[in-house]
């Protein structure tokens, strides 16, 4: 049976994170927002770009110390870590004077001033609909309720006659509700007309609550269908998913029913206020995409008044245009009404107005997103999150696209934030000791050579403390594929300088810059004597995946190196630096600093049993090896498939060991006793 990509997922979550959010943060996901603690593996949540991506896992840690409150204008406060990355502005011209140019970064919390921007991004996505199905079944004995056509216009009139539900609607056994109150003649003869027009329903009208009008319509189809796309209580609604990524010009007929039911117009400001924090995100995005930047505020429950969250607009062209919309008037222009946040670039960059610290003592959160942005939104702006989990996504996907049988998979990791990755994979798995983690590996292949093994560490672990295997277990050629994620600091440990940060680099965690010489793990693979040598890149998680079931399938030992920009301690080799203009092409074009080594024509491979050509690629090899910075290949470098592995030659010496490895040996009879004499071995240790 083909193995799914569910398959390789395990439910364990990752304790450690450097830099988090507190729990209760809203993300937006899609089509709602949830609380990040609530927040599961394959959940779609909006990104930076304005996109939604899967959620590749949720990070969970147990943290002592200091928090960041950071308010921003319009949109609220958020609460994080030191570390935890924003997408961000730095402020250039003084808090009194807006930028001329946004250049987005990630800030962390600690870094951030007062007076620098946040950014959340207007949602990009855009899918039309010309009709909406309207599904049920006819019940048998139902001989009183009206046949319901099967489809409805999804035009103006049908999304106005939502809005109204969404914010006055109510259904109760057989019937739909509108409840209005009765000054609000235009709207209840709007809701009748929408009723009669599209559903050929005739409404009854009920003035029996003082100041109230209900309009009832008589259909238990309809109100089962209303309440399940809508929601039915009032702190249940929502708009439909569908709905929310319909062109913007369509979604103006529902931000008029919406607004007509639960929103007002008073002297400078205009208001919606719901008791569903679901629906007061989704209008705000709804918002965004009219180019109104609303301002939120939550009104805590109260007596008999439960929480409630409004949304207001003030600034004098967002006000006019949503009376526009709605069919109120206008209000008088004002120039000295000023908006204080920026909307450009299909994004809203909202000052910092105030910073706050205090001591936290609990869970913090954090997410790791599919997507190569490797970001997320809240209800108050974008994060960054860790590379890692690109690379544990290309080596799930890999694995899976395989169809391995997990159960004879081993994943074995050191220590660092990449050696949790056998907890996140469905196999096998061994989380060692730093730096001993391909030992470990070799014990286990050389003990059952059936077995796939994969090794999978950080470049501090197998590159500092675990050089010595690294090196010694390339000359044996054992076939298995190491995998290192190479961010060039110890991330796990606050971002001291790793093996591979190259000499004179400053990264924000160093006082100073490196004196240390940076290792080329490519040439020292080579000079090692593993016969596959790569390197991937981990926003190229499709690339990185090709690359890892080459190393896999691979007879001998391979290395594969991932590019992983930290974007919390490493704040040079990040993924803007990556995927930034590094050099010239022949053309006299500025090309990206990553380029695929397959697109140019490039042969690592030894295609025959010949010394002159295997020294002839391996220099071709070691000369591209050292092509790092403006011009950096990924892609496969060497491979070589003619040197016997290192089981090849056990088997050499002992026939019978692929057949009976030692794994499969009995050590001992089903009631325990030994098979194996060790007395002699005992008697040499005997101490006279």
């Given at each position: 049976m083909a193995l799914k990509l569910s398959d390789l997922k395990t439910t364990a979550h990752n304790d450690w994170c450097p830099g988090c959010v507190t729990g209760d943060t809203l993300v937006i996901s899609n089509p709602s927002v949830k609380q990040i603690q609530l927040v599961k593996p394959g959940d779609r949540v909006l990104n930076a770009s304005g996109e939604y991506n899967n959620v590749a896992a949720r990070i969970r840690h147990r943290y002592y110390g200091p928090m960041y409150r950071v308010r921003v204008k319009s949109f609220g406060q958020i609460t994080a870590t030191p570390e935890h990355p924003f997408v961000g502005v730095r402020r250039t011209w003084g808090r009194h004077r807006h930028n001329t140019e946004f250049v987005e970064e990630k800030i962390e919390a600690s870094s951030l001033r007062v007076g620098d921007y946040l950014v959340f991004p207007v949602m990009q996505t855009v899918s039309d609909a010309d009709h909406f199905a309207i599904e049920y079944k006819k019940k048998a004995k139902d001989t009183r309720s009206f046949v319901l056509p099967h489809e409805v216009p999804m035009d103006d009139d049908w999304l106005r006659l939502a809005g109204y539900y969404i914010a006055e609607g109510s259904s109760h056994n057989r019937s739909l509700i509108f409840s209005f109150n009765e000054d609000e003649r235009e709207y209840i003869s709007d809701v009748l007309a929408l009723m009669a027009k599209l559903f050929g329903l005739k409404g009854k009208v009920d003035r029996s609550k003082g100041h109230g009008v209900d309009l009832i319509f008589n259909s238990s189809y309809l109100a089962e269908l209303f309440e399940s796309i809508f929601g039915a209580d009032a702190e249940e609604k929502h708009i439909p998913h569908d709905f929310m990524f319909l062109p913007a010009s369509k979604q103006g007929a529902l931000i008029r029913g919406l607004w007509r039911g639960d929103g007002d117009f008073k002297k400078s400001k205009a208001r919606y206020t719901t008791t569903s924090i679901v629906l007061s995100e989704q209008v705000k995005m709804l918002l965004l995409r009219q180019a109104i930047v609303p301002i939120t505020q939550t009104e805590l429950a109260h007596g008999i008044h439960r929480t409630a969250y409004r949304l207001y607009v003030s600034y004098w062209r967002d006000y006019n245009k949503l009376a526009e919309m709605v069919g109120v008037p206008y209000r008088r222009e004002s120039n000295r009404d000023k908006r204080s946040s920026i909307l450009k670039n299909g994004k809203v960059y909202l000052p910092v107005s105030k910073i706050e610290t205090f001591q936290f003592n609990g869970y913090v959160y954090d997410l790791s997103m599919d997507d190569p942005s490797h970001t997320f939104v809240t209800s108050v702006t974008a994060s960054g999150n860790c590379g890692d989990f690109g690379i544990l996504n290309a080596v799930q996907m890999a694995l899976a696209e395989m169809n391995v049988d997990p159960s004879n998979t081993v994943v074995v990791s050191g220590v660092g934030c990449s050696s949790k990755a056998p907890h996140f994979i469905k196999t096998y798995g061994v989380h060692t000791l730093h730096g001993r983690a391909v030992p470990f590996a070799t014990g286990i292949k050389l003990a059952n050579p059936n077995l796939e093994v994969v090794i999978e560490g950080g470049d501090g672990d197998g590159l500092g403390i675990g050089a010595g295997?690294?090196?010694?277990?390339?000359?044996?050629?054992?076939?298995?594929?190491?995998?290192?994620?190479?961010?060039?600091?110890?991330?796990?440990?606050?971002?001291?300088?790793?093996?591979?940060?190259?000499?004179?680099?400053?990264?924000?965690?160093?006082?100073?810059?490196?004196?240390?010489?940076?290792?080329?793990?490519?040439?020292?693979?080579?000079?090692?004597?593993?016969?596959?040598?790569?390197?991937?890149?981990?926003?190229?998680?499709?690339?990185?995946?090709?690359?890892?079931?080459?190393?896999?399938?691979?007879?001998?030992?391979?290395?594969?190196?991932?590019?992983?920009?930290?974007?919390?301690?490493?704040?040079?080799?990040?993924?803007?630096?990556?995927?930034?203009?590094?050099?010239?092409?022949?053309?006299?074009?500025?090309?990206?600093?990553?380029?695929?080594?397959?697109?140019?024509?490039?042969?690592?491979?030894?295609?025959?049993?010949?010394?002159?050509?295997?020294?002839?690629?391996?220099?071709?090899?070691?000369?591209?090896?050292?092509?790092?910075?403006?011009?950096?290949?990924?892609?496969?470098?060497?491979?070589?498939?003619?040197?016997?592995?290192?089981?090849?030659?056990?088997?050499?010496?002992?026939?019978?060991?692929?057949?009976?490895?030692?794994?499969?040996?009995?050590?001992?009879?089903?009631?325990?006793?030994?098979?194996?004499?060790?007395?002699?071995?005992?008697?040499?240790?005997?101490?006279?």
């Open positions: 295997h690294f090196v010694n277990s390339g000359r044996r050629n054992i076939d298995m594929l190491y995998i290192i994620h190479d961010n060039e600091v110890y991330g796990l440990t606050k971002g001291q300088a790793s093996p591979t940060l190259g000499l004179g680099v400053k990264t924000k965690s160093l006082p100073s810059p490196n004196i240390n010489q940076g290792i080329n793990p490519l040439l020292l693979a080579i000079a090692s004597g593993y016969t596959w040598v790569a390197r991937g890149y981990s926003y190229d998680v499709r690339h990185l995946k090709d690359l890892i079931i080459k190393g896999i399938r691979h007879k001998g030992y391979a290395f594969l190196d991932v590019l992983q920009p930290c974007p919390t301690y490493n704040d040079i080799q990040s993924k803007e630096y990556w995927a930034g203009e590094g050099h010239l092409d022949a053309a006299g074009k500025m090309q990206p600093r990553t380029y695929k080594l397959e697109d140019t024509g490039y042969d690592g491979v030894v295609h025959k049993h010949d010394e002159a050509e295997m020294e002839s690629k391996i220099q071709q090899a070691v000369l591209k090896s050292f092509e790092f910075g403006d011009h950096t290949p990924i892609g496969v470098f060497y491979q070589n498939e003619f040197v016997p592995t290192y089981e090849d030659r056990l088997s050499g010496r002992t026939p019978s060991y692929k057949t009976n490895p030692p794994a499969a040996q009995e050590i001992a009879r089903p009631d325990g006793t030994p098979l194996t004499n060790i007395s002699k071995l005992l008697d040499e240790l005997k101490v006279a």
